[in-house]
């Protein structure tokens, strides 16, 4: 690649700012949840609360890589995928990979469930729970505790093998994922002959996704 050549937006600032946050989280997270800092742990899981509602929200009315439609349909194109993958004939795909699309859905799943179990989770004395734990018993607030430790486990296991994943791709196939993760964009060259959908961002969609994440966690935060 020259220096000047065309670049092209693949992940708006949002998806960038919101994987990275969550990035940062997920460690703040542990670490605070097993040092018994509570308050930071529930205030930092509130954030997170936010960020994957917000993640979620933009996965429908975001822009097109963003979007989850498209992940789907690309999971359609996974074996022949994974052939290139395996004859190294790796080409940059616009957007997420048939195959990091699962990748994609697992980690928000687990966090999701994370978040929810959280959310209503009971200790053993009664004494630090979710915001939302009034609304169950004390035993189905344990169960879900239970569930929220275990889940954990399962949610490192799927980020250990996102970070393989990267590494595979950058020292196997060549193939940096790391920047245009960082600075939004590739070169246009990575997609020659390729008819590339319109990825702009619009202020519209932005707004009500921030604006409903922001609520929702506020709404949340003054019920606990």
Request: one cysteine or more; glycine letters at 8%; a positive charge.
């Amino acid at each position: 690649m020259t220096m000047g050549s065309p670049r092209i937006l693949i992940w708006d600032w949002a998806v960038r700012l919101v994987h990275w946050l969550m990035v940062i989280l997920v460690p703040l997270l542990w670490w605070t949840a097993e040092e018994g800092h509570m308050d930071w742990h529930k205030s930092l899981g509130l954030t997170m609360f936010g960020l994957v509602l917000f993640r979620l929200i933009w996965g429908l009315v975001g822009t097109w890589t963003a979007r989850f439609a498209p992940m789907v349909r690309q999971i359609g194109s996974l074996r022949s995928y994974i052939g290139k993958l395996r004859r190294r004939e790796y080409r940059a795909s616009f957007g997420h990979s048939p195959l990091a699309v699962f990748g994609v859905f697992a980690l928000l799943l687990a966090l999701a469930t994370q978040i929810a179990t959280g959310l209503f989770s009971v200790d053993v004395d009664g004494l630090e729970s979710g915001p939302l734990a009034v609304l169950v018993s004390f035993d189905t607030g344990r169960q879900l505790a239970e569930i929220h430790e275990l889940n954990f486990n399962l949610l490192a296991v799927l980020i250990g093998l996102h970070v393989a994943a990267i590494a595979v791709y950058h020292f196997v196939l060549k193939a940096n994922l790391v920047g245009p993760m960082v600075t939004g964009h590739r070169p246009r060259s990575d997609f020659d002959g390729q008819a590339l959908p319109e990825n702009k961002m619009r202020l519209f969609p932005i707004m009500t996704a921030i604006i409903l994440s922001a609520a929702c966690v506020i709404a949340i935060s003054e019920f606990g």
